[in-house]
């Protein structure tokens, strides 16, 4: 199944899978372990109206000029997501090219052909990260919040911000 043709169905399909399996995430070359939960992902789209130009006020079209994901993922490695929150430090720019960071998805299962995700383009924002705590104010897991733009791909933009494929 190509990205570019995904129906709403197979939309949901991935969306069902996201939520139900356990996934090993990695992050640019680190391994976070086991999330502590399924991921969550939210639409950042934009749409633009295009009018009729006679008149100025029907609108004849609509236009995605903004295709982003906010991925969150809940990690128990509460030392390496401090670490990597810690990366950026006050007058960075968390949208630089050089933050992006490739997000690997692995799902763990018996099956070695599982399809995992990849987020090739995430930028972690990190005034939306959370410590979360458990008893005696101990740290038990971090949600990390990430932007993912679309992926380029051979200085081509893809217009998704992910694949779905086998994770070799």
Known sequence: MANSSLSQSDIDT????????????????????????????????????????ETGTKVVARKIVQNNLILTLRTRDVDAALTLIAGLKEGDNPLASANAKSITLAPIT????????????????????????????????????????????????????????VLS
């Open 110 to 165: 018996d099956t070695a052909t599982e399809k995992g995700f990849t987020f090739g383009n995430a930028y972690l924002m990190p005034d939306r990260c959370r410590t979360n705590l458990g008893e005696n104010d101990e740290p038990t897991s971090v949600d990390l919040v990430f932007d993912c733009h679309p992926m380029v791909v051979s200085n081509s933009n893809t217009g998704v911000p992910f694949t779905y494929a």
């Open 14 to 53: 991935l969306v069902a899978k996201l939520n139900t399996t356990t996934y090993l995430a990695s992050i640019g070359t680190s391994s976070y372990g086991p999330l502590a939960n399924a991921p969550t992902i939210e639409p950042n789209v934009q749409l633009k109206d295009l009018t009729l130009y």
